[in-house]
């Protein structure tokens, strides 16, 4: 069972509107690096860290090991894709709020 890197982690973003998010993502980065937006570095630092380190050649389990090579990058990319969409919600929720001063009151629906 061979899969290439880039079709594996097509599998991955297929994660609960993950497409649609991004230009969210990009939204939320600008404005952290402007002081508009607070959050931990860290939440935004690991999804970077596993999306370099799934598209680097270099891998703790080489690829070229049956099954166990893919299986690393999908477990990195499991563990980071969420996290991003946690804070992406909170971003929107932030951001659909300073948009909008009458929302009252919303709630983050996993």
């Known amino acids: 069972m061979?899969?290439?890197k880039f079709k594996l982690a097509q599998e991955a973003i297929k994660h609960k509107g993950f497409l649609q998010k991004i230009p969210a993502v990009f939204r939320m980065i600008k404005l952290y690096y402007k002081g508009e937006y607070k959050m931990k570095f860290t939440d935004i630092l690991l999804p970077a860290l596993a999306l370099i380190y799934v598209i680097s050649p270099i891998d703790i389990i080489p690829d070229f090991v049956p099954v166990v090579g893919a299986l690393d990058d999908l477990a990195i990319?499991?563990?980071a894709i969420p996290l991003l969409m946690k804070e992406v919600d909170k971003f929107l929720l932030w951001e659909s709020r300073k948009n909008n001063p009458?929302?009252?009151d919303a709630e983050i629906v996993e």
Do not use: Q, W
Request: charged fraction near 10%; aromatic fraction near 12%; glycine fraction near 0%.
């Open 2 to 4: 061979k899969h290439s």
């Open 77 to 79: 990319l499991a563990f």
């Open 102 to 104: 009458n929302v009252i």
